[in-house]
């Protein structure tokens, strides 16, 4: 059974500390492998997609790398604005195309 | 452009009434999704739709949940009989193709009282 989870549940740094979010998974075939950041009362917003292992890529202060266990979110210098909760999610090789989605990371990015 | 559209944002029902939610994907996109995303849970699966083809509806909680996607467009998802356990944001998403990024719309918040 395809198995995400995050870590830390929560997270929180003054603004211009980096830190790292966790992604740990376990799939049967990796198609996939997304990150998305939700603030509260809205629906998830896409950040990256990683496909395979040693793969990164970049969006202003945010950087999603991927192993075969793990992906990580590196947020460099955050921002307030950065404080939302971050979600990671797989796409099975075998099956349907749904997502499989961890229970998040809440960042709190303090001025 | 025009991202993914719901309606309505929240609803208040009562235990045992009937509910329908509805999804406007993004324009040409194929697949659609339904997700549910209930207080202290991850988002969890509940229906896909192909183009034409037969929905995956391996996801769907129980007989009482069920949807329909009228030509390859709107979807709705209908709960019949609604439970309080049934309260939660209830999350459509769409993409071009299968396999590709799948862009979410803003949620219906279901209360069932």
């Known amino acids: 059974e395809d198995q995400v989870t995050q870590s830390p549940e929560a997270l929180r740094l003054q603004e211009g500390e980096s830190s790292s979010l966790n992604c740990s998974y376990t799939?049967?075939?990796?198609?996939?492998l997304f990150w998305y950041r939700q603030d509260p009362g809205k629906g998830p917003e896409f950040l990256f997609t990683?496909?395979?292992a040693g793969e990164e890529k970049e969006k202003e202060r945010l950087k999603a790398t991927l192993t075969k266990k793990e992906s990580f979110l590196h947020i460099t210098a955050p921002k307030p604005e950065d404080s939302a909760t971050y979600l990671c999610a797989l796409m099975s090789g075998a099956g349907s195309y749904q997502l499989t989605f961890g229970k998040g990371t809440k960042l709190s990015v303090i001025p | 452009g025009a991202g993914v559209s719901q309606s309505p944002s929240n609803k208040v029902t009562e235990k045992g009434k009937d509910v329908e939610l509805r999804c406007d994907p993004i324009s040409g996109h194929t697949a659609l999704y339904w997700y549910r995303q209930s207080l202290g849970q991850g988002l969890e699966f509940l229906i896909y739709f192909q183009g034409n083809s037969a929905p995956d509806k391996s996801g769907l909680p129980s007989d009482r949940f069920s949807a329909e996607r009228t030509g390859g467009s709107v979807s709705t998802l209908t709960i019949q009989r609604t439970q309080q356990e049934d309260s939660a944001v209830y999350l459509c998403?769409?993409?071009?193709?299968?396999?590709?990024?799948?862009?979410f719309g803003p949620g219906t918040r279901l209360l069932v009282l």
């Open positions: 799939v049967s075939g990796l198609r996939g």
């Open positions: 998403a769409s993409s071009l193709g299968p396999a590709e990024t799948q862009y």
């Open positions: 990683l496909y395979s």
